[in-house]
Every structure is written in C-alpha cells, then in structure tokens.
C-alpha cells in the first residue's frame, strides 16, 4: 500500500506574483525627493549654496536614478507646487512671487527631471533670475532650454526679450527672435515673432538700446 507521502499529489511551484508595491514605492520616492528639494529651497538654503549643490554632477545623477521612469511624473509633482504654494500663496500673502529665490532649486530639480518642461526654463530663465539680477544665469538657464527644446518658440522670444528688454541688446536679440519666428506653429505666434523681429531691426537700425533696470 503506497504511503500517503506517495499519492500526495507533489505542490506545483509557484510562480511569482508581481509586486504590485512599486508603484506606491516610486510614488513614495518622489514625494521624499520632492520634499527634500522644498527644504532645500529655503532662502537660508539658498544662501548656503543648496541650488549650486543642486546642479552639481553627482546628486544630479542620484536624483535621475532614484526617479528613473517617473522623472517626468516627478517633474509635473514638483510643478505643482510650484504653481500652487509658492506662486499662488506667496501672492495671497502680498509677496512678489517673480523675486521669490526659493523657488530657484524647485525649478532646477524640474528642468533636471525633465528637460523637456519648458514653462520651467521661461519662468527661472525668463523671470526669476532677470528679476534677481542674476542675467548671466537667466541666459544659461534659456540657452539650456533652447538646446534641449529647439523647436519651442517661446524659448526663442524669452531670451531675445532678455537680450532687448533687459540688457539693451537688440543686435542680440534678433537671431533669437528670427529663429523664434522660423518654428513658430501657427499664424499667431508668428505673427508675435514677426512683430517683434521688426521692433528689434529699426532699434538696430537707429542704434536705439535701452537696458530694463534689473529687478523690476
């Protein structure tokens, strides 16, 4: 008589289930990265180098690997608080969010997830920084844009718009606002772009410059 050990049927292996917890880890990893760069926009933070650490090679790197497949998922996260606590409460409360320097790492982090999120690179690039006084980094910031984006008009206009309005430099500005004009998708941003083309070319043509006062 066959023992029980013998007509036990034999448990078939089990295959492995997929491990439906990712999802919330890299959710959970996103909100901890997008804290973290919140705490590092601090105006303290600031002031101590936290956006230049920021940039720098290797937190770079560590914070694309940590995202990975969600960078861009993070970057809209990171956006959204942008839009909603720092610009619309730091304006209920009377504050002048276009000289707000907090918001320069969050921006950062942003355009390092995605490089591709261009309201980034126009809002640090195009208003921030200008604002700020620091124009060198505002052309750094929107020529990394234009790089990474080169068939986003509006990239174009904001830095001929620094070049003319800011630093007085029609001369400048106009390849930035000619080549603005040559990707512009429709009749009406190349309407924008001709009309500002023209503007640039009779200040050219009058030796007319006029340089915006930094921070206003």
């Not at 497949?69 to 276009?98: I, T």
């Not at 844009?145 to 986003?152: A, E, T, Y």
Request: net charge positive; charged share 20%; proline share 6%.
């Amino acid at each position: 008589m066959a023992s029980i050990a013998t007509i036990a049927p034999t448990p078939q292996a089990r295959k492995p289930k997929p491990k439906r917890w990712l999802p919330f880890a890299a959710a959970a990893l996103l909100l901890m990265i997008g804290g973290g760069f919140e705490s590092a926009s601090r105006s303290t933070g600031l002031a101590n180098g936290y956006l230049v650490d920021a940039s720098r090679s290797g937190q770079r790197q560590a914070v694309l690997q940590a995202a990975g497949e969600f960078r861009v998922v993070a970057a809209n996260m990171l956006w959204a608080k942008v839009v909603d606590h720092y610009h619309h409460e730091f304006m209920a409360k009377g504050g002048e969010w276009d000289k707000n320097p907090s918001l320069l790492p969050l921006l950062n982090t942003i355009i390092e997830l995605d490089p591709h999120f261009t309201q980034a690179y126009e809002m640090m690039g195009g208003t921030l920084l200008p604002k700020l006084g620091r124009l060198d980094e505002g052309r750094r910031i929107l020529a990394k844009g234009i790089k990474n984006n080169p068939n986003d008009w509006e990239l174009d206009r904001e830095m001929a718009m620094l070049y003319a309005w800011r630093e007085g430099r029609p001369a400048d500005a106009l390849p930035y606002a000619q080549a603005g004009r040559a990707v512009a998708p429709d009749n009406f941003s190349k309407n924008i772009m001709g009309k500002l083309c023209n503007t640039l070319q009779r200040q050219i043509s009058e030796g007319h410059a006029y340089a915006h006062p930094a921070g206003t």
